[in-house]
């Protein structure tokens, strides 16, 4: 049940759903779930393995719900929590959180939040896409690659990527919807013609109308931006849609090569991931 769960969580993860996990560690008496049992939750409810079932089970699934709805700070600050639990409906003068059970065995349960890693899809694979490949392989992050030139989205460029799409705006976005999508934390548009960066921009923001995943940021200057935002609000995208685009994309530290800039762009998708 063990290697289930966890399988299940890291498929989960990379899809990029946050999941809060629970695991027995420590149990005595008369009790369902023995030390190594697991319960996992995602953010849209879905869930798998169990840590005992009954009234255990509600208790740990809503404390599941508190952490994944709840600030994400404190869980990091914290670490998550830890409860015991008797199951016993009379428990008195006991730290611990007691049950509507006559069983009389005590269970330790420890919960945490785990998060998905930064799955950035860099569309354009030139100079700056390929530094920011090299700072996400620096940071542990996942890196996907999309460029209308192969030579530009190929594994001897790019040969840590998790995907590599060489093709045309449209086709790619008529093999992916808001689902699929949201697998990419966020989608950085690169590319070394506007034309391509404003398909993807519309296409993208048509999809999934700016919901919380995958964030998208553009490279350029006000000018592009301007350009990009008329013509979004001429496809009828909505202005919460549009507001949410970032650009220009990265902190502002003086960046100027394509290596600084990577950086600077990594350093704000890092900032947003411990903001949001």
């Known amino acids: 049940m063990t290697r289930a769960v966890l399988t299940w969580v890291l498929e989960r993860l990379e899809g990029g759903e946050r999941v809060a996990m629970a695991s027995v560690i420590e149990a005595s008496g008369s009790v369902p779930g023995k030390p190594g049992a697991r319960l996992a939750m995602t953010s849209g409810?879905?869930?798998?393995?169990?840590?005992?079932?009954?009234?255990?089970?509600?208790?740990?699934?809503?404390?599941?719900?508190?952490?994944?709805?709840?600030?994400?700070?404190?869980?990091?600050?914290?670490?998550?929590?830890?409860?015991?639990?008797?199951?016993?409906?009379?428990?008195?003068?006991?730290?611990?959180?007691?049950?509507?059970?006559?069983?009389?065995?005590?269970?330790?349960?420890?919960?945490?939040?785990?998060?998905?890693?930064?799955?950035?899809?860099?569309?354009?694979?030139?100079?700056?896409?390929?530094?920011?490949?090299?700072?996400?392989?620096?940071?542990?992050?996942?890196?996907?690659?999309?460029?209308?030139?192969?030579?530009?989205?190929?594994?001897?460029?790019?040969?840590f990527a998790t995907e590599l799409h060489a093709k045309a705006v449209s086709e790619f976005l008529d093999s992916e919807d808001a689902v699929s999508l949201s697998r990419f934390s966020d989608v950085l548009l690169l590319g070394h013609d506007w034309v391509v960066d404003q398909q993807m921009l519309l296409g993208m923001l048509s999809e999934f109308d700016g919901g919380s995943r995958p964030r998208i940021g553009v490279i350029g200057s006000t000018v592009k931006w301007n350009a990009f935002r008329e013509a979004a609000v001429e496809e009828g995208i909505s202005q919460a849609a549009v507001d949410s685009v970032r650009c220009p994309i990265g902190l502002d530290i003086g960046a100027d090569s394509p290596e600084e800039i990577a950086v600077a762009v990594c350093a704000e998708i890092m900032a947003l991931e411990k903001r949001d």
């Open 45 to 159: 409810g879905a869930k798998f393995g169990t840590v005992g079932g009954a009234g255990l089970e509600l208790k740990v699934e809503n404390a599941l719900k508190e952490l994944l709805n709840g600030s994400r700070e404190p869980a990091r600050s914290k670490g998550g929590k830890v409860e015991t639990f008797l199951l016993y409906k009379d428990a008195k003068g006991e730290e611990v959180t007691s049950l509507d059970s006559l069983c009389g065995g005590r269970v330790t349960v420890a919960m945490e939040v785990i998060e998905p890693m930064p799955h950035i899809l860099i569309a354009g694979g030139g100079h700056v896409g390929r530094s920011v490949a090299i700072v996400c392989d620096t940071l542990g992050w996942s890196h996907s690659v999309f460029d209308v030139r192969p030579e530009y989205a190929d594994s001897e460029r790019y040969p």
